[in-house]
């Protein structure tokens, strides 16, 4: 193992949760960073806030059980001293089984961190083209566009890849009708962190043919392209058949509506959105309604029949590159060995697969800029080196955005049966996850204080 004797820089564009998690890694290893940021600027159409690592989305970041894929992936991070789960875990809001977060103080932390690192140096300007010299981390999200973006298509080579994403609306607590909603989690799990809206059978088929037949905005592209399973718009879901949502996000199981002791025949839940609990999201209601439209067909469902909104819905394109033919495993491109890309752009899908991306991008950056051989590499027996092996797999036949699963994570050796199977091997993934982690982590924290690496 070798080091420069001068202060290596890396180049980081963009300060969304990759960006962010990428220079923060950079800068714990020792090297200086520039941070490229351009919302004071110029704002994409689904940024509000001039804060870094903003939820644009949704503000929940699913699964907190480590035997959940992406629950792992969180307890992986938190090992590793990664910046954005220590920013969520500061900022959690109740959620039942899942971590979210409120949004603007999970932004804040992230922000205030960056900003006063000593080894980040903030540049609030547009970048258009990609630096061909130096090494450089490419962390500017799927909303991509522009100059940049046909820049980035010509050093990939690639046709477009898009697919379609969308956020559920916001509405303020005091304008829902309580008298009529309830709190409660699923099953009893969380306490009362929901607010449920439920619905009868009549209530129910009312709500799905206004909303079939609701006027929708006109999204260029929209039904030629791919829309993400995970944020499909509410409208789309219904349309594949008059139950299909009460097998989403309007399912009523676990659910007993305390008015009635029974489980309603069809349920919307609203879950927090600030830790003041003044607004509430729809969960799972991704829309691309026009917002006359959804104010009138929301307005259906029982408790939200006044409600007043925060923000509408919104759908918007993402860009994502065909990454198997473009990026090595360590999140480099093949044909330029110095430029990293990080976050959904590669085809991660999800706040914290995004940030998994952003770390590992910002470690091996780092390593190259230390010119010091990577000590370690994680591989897929862990989440964030399964991802890692997804995107970079050239015998993928067909390459679409992936959230952390079991799926592409090594199999587990052994048999698991019964009816605690499943849920025995996923713990056991995770108790071999987790030390392998662990030993990255000390590995990660001997290049810190520059120890001889071992293994």
């Known amino acids: 193992m070798t080091s420069n004797s001068q202060s290596p820089r890396v180049k980081v564009i963009g300060a969304g949760l990759a960006g962010c998690e990428a220079a923060h890694?950079?800068?714990r290893l020792g090297v200086k960073v520039d941070l490229y940021e351009m919302k004071s600027i110029r704002k994409s159409p689904a940024h509000h806030s001039d804060g870094y690592a903003e939820l644009v989305c949704s503000n929940s970041l699913r699964a907190a059980n480590i035997e959940n894929a992406v629950g792992l992936l969180k307890e992986e991070l938190r090992i590793l001293g990664s910046l954005i789960m220590e920013s969520a875990d500061k900022a959690a809001v109740p959620a039942g089984g899942a971590l979210a977060v409120d949004r603007d103080e999970f932004s804040g932390y992230i922000t205030n961190a960056i900003k006063n690192d000593p080894n980040i140096t903030i540049h609030e300007e547009e970048v258009t083209s990609v630096p061909r010299e130096g090494i450089v981390v490419v962390a500017t999200g799927p909303?991509?566009?522009?100059?940049?973006y046909e820049d980035i298509m010509s050093l990939t080579g690639d046709s477009d890849l898009h697919f379609f994403d969308a956020a559920a609306p916001i509405v303020t607590a005091e304008s829902i009708d309580m008298t009529t909603a309830f709190k409660a989690s699923r099953y009893g799990k969380g306490g009362d962190d929901y607010i449920n809206c439920p619905m009868n059978k009549d209530e129910y088929l009312a709500f799905y043919n206004a909303l079939i037949t609701a006027e929708r905005a006109d999204v260029k592209g929209f039904d030629k392209e791919i829309v993400f399973e995970g944020c499909m718009p509410i409208e789309t879901m219904a349309s594949r058949g008059e139950d299909t949502m009460r097998f989403g996000p309007l399912k009523p199981v676990g659910l007993i509506n305390p008015r009635t002791g029974e489980e309603p025949y069809a349920c919307l839940q609203l879950r927090q959105d600030d830790r003041a609990k003044s607004m509430y999201n729809l969960v799972g209601f991704q829309t691309r309604l026009k917002w006359p439209e959804q104010k009138r067909v929301f307005g259906m469902i029982p408790g939200l029949q006044n409600a007043e909104y925060y923000r509408m819905g919104v759908m918007h394109r993402n860009t994502y590159l065909n990454s198997p033919m473009v990026l090595n495993s360590d999140y480099s491109m093949k044909k330029y060995p110095n430029i990293f890309f990080a976050g959904q752009?590669?085809?991660v899908e999800g706040y914290i697969e995004s940030t998994g991306s952003g770390f590992?991008?910002?470690?091996?950056?780092?390593?190259k800029a230390l010119n010091m051989e990577v000590p370690f590499v994680p591989n897929s027996e862990t989440v964030i080196g399964s991802m890692a092996e997804y995107i970079s797999d050239s015998n993928v036949k067909k390459f679409v955005p992936m959230n952390a699963n079991f799926g592409?994570?090594?199999k587990m050796p052994g048999k698991f049966k019964g009816k605690n199977?499943?849920?025995?091997?996923?713990?056991?993934?995770?108790?071999r996850s987790?030390?392998?982690v662990c030993h990255f982590a000390d590995i990660i924290n001997k290049c810190r204080?520059?120890?001889e690496l071992e293994g």
Not at 143 to 148: A, C, G, P, V
């Open 434 to 436: 987790i030390d392998i």
């Open 449 to 451: 204080t520059n120890e």
């Open 421 to 431: 199977g499943k849920k025995e091997k996923n713990a056991a993934i995770a108790a």
């Open 143 to 148: 909303l991509t566009d522009d100059t940049l």
């Open 408 to 410: 592409i994570v090594a």
């Open 345 to 347: 752009i590669t085809g």
């Open 25 to 27: 890694v950079l800068s």
């Open 360 to 367: 590992l991008a910002g470690y091996y950056a780092a390593m």
